[in-house]
């Protein structure tokens, strides 16, 4: 049990830059290769036909959050993933958020990974 903690805490989140309109296929591709995903949401009223319907918008269109373990995987098959652009870098490693700031967003979303527009990040 405790070389998989050991493993676990290697990890570390970064942002994926995904291609337009490839939202679904660059996720399902990256859960495929056996990464996790988050793309955080926002509750947001939409308007079709005079109509206002109740929906959900990304918090960050186009970006996409995955955790990356470099004793596994790594990151270099991110970047060659279908639908993914390229991950946000500083020099050739991806740039690393913050530990605990994806874990505190989680844990503020729902079920369908909406935050509440009542809550602080």
């Known amino acids: 049990m405790g070389s998989a903690l050991g493993q676990y805490s290697k990890t570390f989140w970064c942002v994926a830059k995904i291609k337009p309109g490839k939202d679904q296929i660059a996720r399902s591709q990256l859960v495929y290769q056996g990464y996790e995903t988050f793309c955080p949401k926002l509750p947001a009223l939409r308007a079709s036909g005079g109509a206002r319907r109740e929906g959900v918008r990304p918090l960050f269109p186009g970006y996409c959050f995955v955790r990356v373990n470099p004793g596994t995987r790594g990151w270099k098959p991110v970047t060659g993933t279908i639908g993914v652009s390229k991950?946000?870098?500083?020099?050739?490693?991806?740039?690393?958020?913050?530990?605990?700031?994806?874990?505190?967003?989680?844990?503020?979303?729902?079920?369908e990974g909406c935050l509440p527009c009542d809550r602080d990040l």
């Open 87 to 111: 991950l946000i870098a500083f020099g050739d490693q991806p740039a690393r958020m913050p530990v605990g700031a994806v874990e505190r967003m989680i844990d503020l979303c729902d079920r």
